[in-house]
């Protein structure tokens, strides 16, 4: 990482004759790239393969985090390093006003306890400071909680709870030893009824008024008997709602100032865009489903670089974000590799500060399947399977219409029902079931359900896998802050399993045939790269691995049972790769 006009490698060594707070964020390209024209448009961040001049910064940026620094984090990258250690870091290449290119680097959230290493640029907004209204804050919320939790650990107000509870246990038991003493009483009177014997009127009456006079007591004991309990049990409860009254009003008051700080925060973060327009972060996310930001929103590399940007004239120029250190146990995160910004935090966010500038399209919005053939493999009256290309989506996408669906549909105007047995990801080439007529889908679907289809899919993943088969089980759930992006959590996610067997061992990949057990959202891809599933992403997965010219990734066989002829149809089609 240079500094501006140097080829000194740490930061706070560069020789800065007149040193200004920018100059020690600059640094210089390599001379690698001296001579490469510059685009002409800023990197679209959420789709995108990096720029050379932002491959340059990145491996400059990459070459200061493998050397010695004056600061200590541990990355991960030891043999013996605890899991998911890794960061987020962000380059971005800026023309200054004089037309020179240099570019600036951040990382996600905080590194190293801290906001302000050298050579980075600061936060949006530093929660870090100390002398600041977030950490005065946080110290009289964190008053508010320990005052509240003394007073629920205080002997007096345990005493209190526990002299209630007392109390309406005693009564109850009370209560119900003097109703069930009134229902022995009531058949021990119905017994004497039963049993009188003499012919005296006289007898009977006094009999009748002896036993009603019992009766009568015993429901007036009853009755004094709840009064007094209640009586009782009125006084413990306000002994103890003088605390609870206190504890309600002490949580009351902490939730009041949370909700005042976090709203005083999201004020805070003012972010800037190409033309000098400023909107907080409360505003963006007022515009969106969420209505709140998410936890973390505005620390991430690509929002600090272009605030920071704004903020002192430099123009944009190309945008890239790599991950630096072992992957967390739940995402996927390749050491090295390239990464769009995250959807849930950054996109609304980016959205607001990439206005005025000229940047590239959004290349999620150009038609994948133009041109592109689907093959029939098998086709009857009752259903058909296709062979998908890859780069050709299974049902109508929010941007695109043009699908398997869409053509079928056309090819079959009166077919009934939803057509789609399953559904491959957009990526995915190979065998998919359509049914032509409703019945023909309900039969095949509850196939599905019982997993009494068998598919088959062949992936090229990166590497040579040690082993020869075995099965994946790792829970799978959506990312929340990221979609599509799935990643796996024991405490909420859906079971997933995966079989696994090596076909054919390459130079530098292996051939592998995947049984998915189950069918979630990205299951094979996931549980390939993962580092507790085969460690090995797929070969052009930009997801979770690299680009390439595709997904190696192809369902290549598929095993059903007719739903009419009852026949056992077992279909395969050759592994295009």
Request: hydrophobic content about 35%; charged content about 25%.
């Amino acid at each position: 990482m240079q500094c501006a006009g140097s080829t000194v490698r740490a930061v706070n060594e560069c020789p800065l004759p007149t040193p200004t707070p920018i100059d020690r964020f600059l640094h210089a390209l390599p001379d690698s790239v001296q001579g490469v024209t510059p685009p002409t448009r800023v990197t679209f961040p959420f789709y995108y393969a990096p720029h050379p001049l932002a491959v340059a910064a990145a491996e400059d940026l990459q070459q200061h985090l493998s050397g010695p620094r004056d600061w200590e984090f541990d990355f991960g990258l030891r043999a013996s390093a605890p899991e998911g250690q890794g960061k987020m870091f962000g380059v971005l290449v800026v023309e200054l006003p004089g037309g020179e290119l240099h570019y600036l680097a951040a990382y996600s959230g905080k590194l190293a306890e801290s906001n302000h290493l050298p050579g980075f640029v600061p936060p949006v907004f530093d929660l870090l400071d100390a002398d600041g209204f977030y950490k005065r804050g946080e110290a009289e919320i964190s008053a508010v909680t320990l005052e509240l939790e003394a007073l629920e650990a205080s002997p007096a107000y345990r005493e209190a709870v526990a002299d209630l509870a007392r109390t309406e246990t005693e009564a109850g038991a009370a209560v119900e030893a003097e109703r069930r003493a009134i229902r022995e009483a009531k058949i021990i009177r119905k017994k004497e009824r039963e049993g009188f014997t003499g012919d005296s009127p006289a007898a009977l009456e006094v009999l009748e008024a002896r036993l009603s006079a019992d009766s009568i007591r015993r429901s007036y004991g009853l009755k004094d008997l709840k009064r007094a309990f209640n009586y009782q049990t009125d006084i413990k409860k306000k002994i103890l709602e003088e605390y609870t009254s206190r504890l309600a009003d002490l949580s009351a008051r902490r939730s009041q100032m949370s909700n005042d700080l976090q709203q005083r925060i999201f004020a805070q973060y003012n972010f800037l865009n190409a033309r000098r327009e400023e909107e907080d972060l409360g505003s963006i996310f007022r515009k969106t489903i969420f209505q709140l930001p998410p936890a973390g929103a505005g620390e991430c590399a690509a929002p600090k670089l272009l605030q920071f940007a704004y903020l002192h004239d430099l123009r944009p120029v190309a945008l890239a974000e790599f991950w630096w250190g072992t992957s967390p146990t739940s995402e996927i995160r390749q050491h090295l590799q390239y990464y769009p910004a995250c959807r849930g935090k950054c996109e609304p966010i980016l959205g607001h500060m990439l206005q005025g500038l000229e940047v590239d399209p959004n290349p999620l919005l150009v038609n994948p399947a133009a041109g592109k053939v689907l093959t029939t493999v098998y086709e009857d009256e009752y259903l058909m399977v296709v062979d998908k290309p890859a780069e050709f989506l299974s049902v109508p996408g929010k941007h695109i219409e043009d699908s398997v669906w869409l053509r079928i549909r056309h090819r079959y105007p009166d077919a009934t029902g939803p057509l789609l047995v399953h559904r491959l990801d957009m990526s995915t080439s190979g065998l998919l079931l359509i049914a032509k007529i409703k019945e023909t889908h309900k039969v095949l679907q509850r196939q599905f359900f019982r997993r009494t289809v068998k598919k088959r899919y062949a992936a090229l993943v990166s590497g040579r896998l040690e082993g020869e088969a075995g099965t994946i089980d790792l829970p799978l759930r959506g990312d929340l802050e990221d979609r599509p992006r799935q990643i796996v959590c024991r405490e909420s996610g859906k079971p997933s399993r995966t079989h696994w067997k090596v076909i054919e061992r390459r130079d530098d990949a292996t051939l592998v045939h995947l049984e998915p057990v189950t069918g979630r959202t990205h299951q094979l891809r996931v549980h390939c790269a993962h580092p507790r599933g085969l460690n090995s992403p797929i070969l052009g997965d930009d997801l979770y691995g690299s680009r390439a010219d595709r997904l190696y990734l192809h369902a290549a066989s598929l095993s059903f049972q007719h739903p009419f002829t009852q026949e056992q149809i077992h279909l395969e089609t050759a592994e295009p790769f």
